[in-house]
């Protein structure tokens, strides 16, 4: 129903922003990765929304990407995750360490979230195991994994290596790479582990 937000930030304490609207104030909850994006008390900032309506509450979060919004929905969507244990997941780990760790079913990672433990882990990862690869952990912008170092995975993957051994190589790889080059050193790499 309510898409974004746009207005004059009068206050923001984690993990809410108070954003003023032609002189109505909206509470929005965001992500600590939104909320460290947020600009000046006083400046204006635009947010991605989602709105959640229940029998109690009315609920708005505010999201820095689409991506993040994005992730918060599939979250939603996971049995048992409700609104607050999808925002503390997203403030617990990038939507890249998220994919991974949906990619290569580690619980690991997410019971490293206060409020996430073994059981709900394992709930995320299984019901989200199909709508994430680990090639869409490597398209996320900013992931610093280049069409390059995407080859060098593949080849990897065709020469026998598991995904997150493979992807281990990939990171340590200068980005300036030929793809001949990068595979030799991720060969290397993974002749040291």
């Known amino acids: 129903m309510i898409g974004t937000i746009s207005g004059i930030l009068l206050d923001k304490t984690p993990p809410l922003a108070l954003i003023d609207c032609n002189g109505v104030g909206y509470e929005c909850e965001v992500p600590m990765s939104t909320f460290y994006l947020l600009p000046q008390v006083g400046d204006k900032v635009t ?30 969507k996971v049995n048992g995750i409700g609104a607050k244990s999808a925002l503390a997941i997203l403030s617990g780990l990038s939507i890249d360490e998220l994919i991974q760790a949906v990619s290569l079913q580690e619980a690991g990672l997410l019971t490293r979230v206060p409020g996430i433990g073994k059981k709900t882990a394992e709930r995320v990862l299984l019901e989200l195991k199909d709508k994430f690869t680990l090639d869409s952990a490597l398209s996320i912008k900013g992931s610093g994994i280049t069409s390059i170092s995407q080859d060098v995975l593949n080849a990897l993957i065709a020469l026998g290596y598991n995904e997150r ?16 080059d990068g595979i030799k050193q991720a060969l290397k790499y993974l002749s040291k582990g």
Request: hydrophobic share 50%.
């Open 165 to 180: 051994e493979s992807l281990n190589a990939v990171k340590s790889l200068d980005i300036n790479l030929t793809v001949n």
């Open 47 to 76: 947010l991605l929304t989602h709105f959640v309506v229940r029998e109690d509450a009315q609920l708005l979060f505010g999201f820095g990407t689409n991506q993040e919004r994005l992730m918060f929905r599939q979250l939603l």
